[in-house]
Nanobody
Framework: QLQLVESGGGLVQAGGSLRLSCAAS????????MGWFRQAPGKEREFVAA??????????DYADSVKGRFTISRDNAKNTVYLQMNSLKPEDTAVYYC???????????????WGQGTQVTVSS
């Protein structure tokens, strides 16, 4: 069973940066496509970023709202996935979740494993 634990959330001013981490245990992350999602109060969980890694290649996908500001990366040696968030805006405020799927996808229902989430609050 794959277990995911997010960390790195917090309170930051608009324009600031945070790096979220998603540490995995139980199985190696290299077998999975990894995604980040977020959920703001009163809103549905939404796709943020996803990443697939091959032997010598990788593929990434970003929501339009974060493209150019957020970067998803992975360190297989540490069994950890990251989300670097720059130029943060108040509308980025949400609980951020990492998740693992069998294919690269934006669909929440396609992800089999989820972390507990970490709160990100961006003040104006």
């Amino acid at each position: 069973q794959l277990q995911l634990v997010e960390s790195g959330g917090g309170l930051v001013q608009a324009g600031g940066s945070l790096r979220l981490s998603c540490a995995a245990s139980g199985r190696t992350l290299s077998k999975y496509f990894m995604g980040w999602f977020r959920q703001a109060p009163g809103k549905e969980r939404e796709f943020v970023a996803a990443r697939w890694d091959g032997v010598n290649t990788y593929s990434v996908d970003y929501a339009d709202s974060v493209k150019g500001r957020f970067t998803i990366s992975r360190d297989n040696a540490k069994n950890t996935v990251y989300l670097q968030m720059n130029s943060l805006k108040p509308e980025d405020t949400a609980v951020y979740y990492c998740a693992a799927a069998q294919k690269i996808t934006r669909e929440v229902v396609q992800y089999d494993y989820w972390g507990q989430g970490t709160q990100v609050t961006v003040s104006s």
